[in-house]
């Protein structure tokens, strides 16, 4: 595959990330998957007190399900990385926290620096419906009401990754229910073929922290009371609610291809449709709406549907959609399609719960990954299958158990399914992208190369150096990519931060040592140009290595994390308990600092000023002269005055 023979309309996945419960990247999801785990479990107690809650009739008031698909970790975040003070960090709503955290990962694993991206046209489609974090605070009552809450209003969620990584081009947030992150890869799809943006991402957000929806889907009947989702089981009784962050970085399949990017996947086309009156109620699934799409996508993707290999479904689980959709899928996919090759359907939500406006995120990131692996997983909790589906005439099977993909001679193709509460129904289609030229690791030609690694803190660098070490060493990941095009790739594809480190070597072992303590192999020229990355500059990386290397994946950017949740204390325990200094800085510093560093340069601003001048006033119990504060320059300007102000107040 080059440049001149694809069709200019195909579209790329260079990367993606993504958070699911017991799954924290791709690799974990497929290893999840592989191995048929169900990785629901109890709702935890911070979310809500599900033993006061659940109850197995659907009563007002009473949840259905005691456990779900949940995140762990959901409060922690490394602030100073996007520059957020601790105060900052905790007002924020974690979904917009975990996606920041999350389109960075896709963008390394796309190769994609961000500081050369800024600035560009590049585009954000994020689907979401919840803003729990926001409704939470509201809720404390009126004088819990402050401005800050503006900062977790839906729109910023696109907005604020758009903000953080200079992107200037469309910035959206889609809620269609349950089918949003599927509309927004299909608008990300559509603003990369008008030319309207170079690069997009596409993300899907979940976090379920109240009990709020679960209490109405109870009583309308649609929560699995087991709290696991069983697509296509005759015992479907609703789905399981779960949390999710996804994000995937699309470019015109042509651009990528030029630009040496490594295509996960080929999305084909996509298509959205919403039911309109051809159901009873806007809220009835309808079957003929779910057949326009699934031919319209078909149809804008250049594909005979009889030649999809797999399709991974809604698979929501629910009684009267389940049917629906197995249906229209044999109608649409199965005509024409030989019997020795049925088509093969499942659903990820068995797995890890339904992610809602993220589910359909969750389905693609599996989908790429079947097409990457060649193999389809099992779908879980199908026992009995559903009476309502034409089993014996529709040419569908769900796998009980880890299948291959057929092999028609040709790329494998999938398709990806979601509706929504809102009748919008979505479909994408995927081509398996072409195998990369091997490039052979084992043989060395003896010739030296600098690996260089930045991070934004020392102890970030040293968790990085020893990620690379253990990637370079035997039975690591590195150790099955030239080393070549692993230096290539950690110069070119990474951006660079304050923090480094830059060792020389002539093969994956010396590399190791050198970033464990070894000394390093020394000598010129390639020695100069390690000290010149040392001292803050960006070396010519082009006349270092010469031709483009390939671009190779490398070890995840190590996040520094710390819990932040309303109502914690967030010091690290050395504070002194009296100290102002000490909690002015730990609660609104954004970056490190000394006594000589400005308060400007470390994000203490005149807004922010005025804040801090109300929270002192509050916590001494007297009035703070605004002006005095403000002529404040410097930490260490800061410490006296609030040294002077403890003495006033004892």
Known sequence: MNRSDVDPRSVAVIGMACRLPGAATPGQLWALLRDGVDATSETPPERYDVDALHSPGAGPGRIAARRGGYLDRVAEFDAEFFGMSATEATELDPQQRLLLMTAWDALEDAGQRPDRLAGSRSAVFVGNARADHLELSLRRGPESVTAAQLNNFRSLLSARLSHFLDLRGPSVVVDTACSSSLVAVHQAVQSLRAGESPLALAAGVNLALRPDEGLVLTHAGAMAGDGRTKFGDAGADGYSPSDAVAVVVLKRLTDALADGDRVRAVIRGSAIGNDGRTSDSVLNPSLQGQLDVLRWAYEDAGVDPADVDYVEAHGSGSPALDPLELSALGEVLGRGRPAHRPLLVGSVKTNVGHAEAAGGMAGLVKAVLCLEHGQIPASLNLDTPHPGVAWDSLPLE?????????????????????????????????????????????????????????????????????????????????????????????????????????????????????????????????????????????????????????????????????????GEEHGDGHDEAGDLAAWVLREHARTGFDDASSLTDIGIDSLAKLRIVVELAKRCRQEVDPEEFGRLRTVGELRQWTRALEAAVR
């Open 398 to 566: 769900v796998p009980a158990k880890l299948r291959d993909l057929p092999d028609p001679g040709r790329p494998a193709v999938v398709g990806v399914g979601g509706q929504g509460s809102s009748a919008l129904n979505a479909h994408v289609v995927l081509a398996q992208a072409d195998a990369p030229a091997a490039a052979p690791a084992g043989e060395t030609d003896a010739t030296p190369y600098v690996l260089a690694l930045s991070a934004h803190s020392p102890a970030a660098l040293e968790a990085l150096a020893s990620a690379y070490a253990a990637y370079l060493r035997p039975g690591g990941e590195g150790a099955s990519y030239a080393l070549r095009d692993i230096c290539y790739s950690a110069a070119t594809r990474r951006q660079h931060h304050t923090h480094r480190v830059a060792v020389v070597g002539r093969t994956h072992e010396e590399l190791a040592d050198a970033l464990t303590g070894v000394p390093a192999l020394g000598g010129r020229p390639l020695s100069a140009v390690a000290d010149r990355y040392l001292a803050g500059e960006e070396p010519d990386w082009e006349a270092v290595f010469g031709p483009p290397g390939r671009y190779v994946p490398l070890p995840a950017y190590p996040w520094q994390l710390r819990r932040y949740w309303p």
